[in-house]
């Protein structure tokens, strides 16, 4: 009776030291961020990314988040665009997220500045994050006049990935900027 009762504790004592040092490895280990690789990465692209307009004509540019596998809880698109050539008229968000706290353009310099976070307002508290491909936004443009043919570009501004500072897709589990990718546009203008 005591050997049994000798050989349970120390088989209690055995089970909790080896629990407590691979805890101990769990928490110590560093988690690596997501691998992207050129076919998974996430994408932000305007659509359509090509095109002939009149001076004077509006046309819309739908900005498609592509989150591949991720779950995203946030997305920032920052784009320049020429304001010689193009007006913003109204940007208009997608139904992605719950919450769009940015939607700035300033006409004067070309700049374009959207957010949107998985937000359930009603609620004030995170939404269900974001997986797949959709519209992000739509933006409305006014051709401007213009007297010959004329090339003009709407960009993204982006610097590489897991840069901040410029357009991203946030990954929900790690709070990491994973966009890969853009794909910009390229307009002609005609009189």
Do not use: H
């Amino acid at each position: 009776m005591r050997k049994e009762k000798f050989l349970f504790f120390l088989i209690l004592i055995l089970f909790l030291l080896v629990s407590f040092f691979l805890s101990l490895v769990f928490l110590t280990t560093k988690r690596q961020p997501p691998k992207i690789t050129k076919f998974s990465s996430p994408t932000l692209s305007l659509t359509p990314n090509k095109g002939t307009f009149k001076s004077g004509k509006n046309f819309t540019v739908e900005i498609i988040v592509d989150s591949k596998s991720y779950q995203s809880s946030a997305v920032g698109a920052r784009l320049n665009f020429p304001p010689e050539f193009l007006e913003v008229l109204e940007i208009v968000p997608g139904n992605i997220f719950g919450l769009y706290p940015a939607k700035k353009f300033d006409n004067k310099i070309g700049k374009i500045n959207i957010s949107g976070l998985s937000w359930n307002v009603s609620l004030g508290k995170p939404g269900i994050p974001f997986s797949g491909k959709a519209t992000f936004a739509k933006i409305k443009f006014l051709v401007k006049p213009v007297v010959k043919k004329t090339i003009a570009s709407v960009n993204f501004y982006f610097l590489n990935f897991g840069n901040t500072t410029d357009s991203n897709i946030m990954e929900a589990k790690t709070a990491k900027d994973v966009l890969g990718k853009v794909k910009n546009c390229q307009f002609t203008l005609i009189p």
